[in-house]
């Protein structure tokens, strides 16, 4: 399980792995950055974390409809895309992208995340107080500020 996180500043998302409900890592990189298309991208997966790679490679290769990678039964996935434009999301039962604003936050403890948000508090800070609230969120914050993805496009 996990907590991703995303403000007008910030992307960020907890360091906690799972097997079942045992803990076995604290400190996992759930935030994975690439160039796409000559452009800075943050991905971040929830649910089946450990096919980020397959669905990530899927998606820049033109996330082309059925051949998504498909999670193991009572599995899920959802692909959380932020870049210069903005931020999208798709998911294991439909490719298509979703456009969000922010504040948004995804995972176990995304109502708590984005609660916090709404209240006034960052993406970092979010996931922090949902790691003290939600039992499937923890360990060591990652966070990427935004403004990180805009320098390439401000550059070129």
């Known amino acids: 399980m996990t907590t991703i996180a995303v403000d007008d500043t910030m992307i960020s998302a907890d360091g906690l792995r799972t097997t079942g409900s045992e803990p076995v890592g604290w400190s996992t990189q759930k935030l994975h950055y ?25 998606w820049e290769a033109g996330a082309k409809p059925g051949l998504q990678p498909m999670p ?26 979703q456009e ?10 995304s109502h708590y ?10 993406a970092e800070r979010a996931v922090e107080i949902a790691s003290r609230l939600d039992l499937y969120t923890g360990g060591k914050i990652q966070s990427i500020p935004r403004a990180w993805l805009r320098q390439q496009q401000a550059a070129e």
Do not use: F
Request: charged share 15%; proline share 7%; glycine share 14%.
């Open 72 to 97: 193991p039964k009572d599995g899920s996935w959802t692909l959380i895309i932020v870049d210069g434009t903005g931020v999208r999301s798709v998911n294991h039962d439909s490719p298509y992208p």
């Open 34 to 58: 690439r160039d796409h298309n000559g452009h800075r991208c943050v991905y971040a997966v929830t649910g089946e974390g450990y096919m980020a790679p397959q669905i990530i490679d899927w």
């Open 100 to 109: 969000w604003e922010s504040p948004q936050a995804w995972g176990s403890g």
């Open 113 to 122: 995340a984005l609660g916090a948000m709404h209240a006034g508090q960052s």
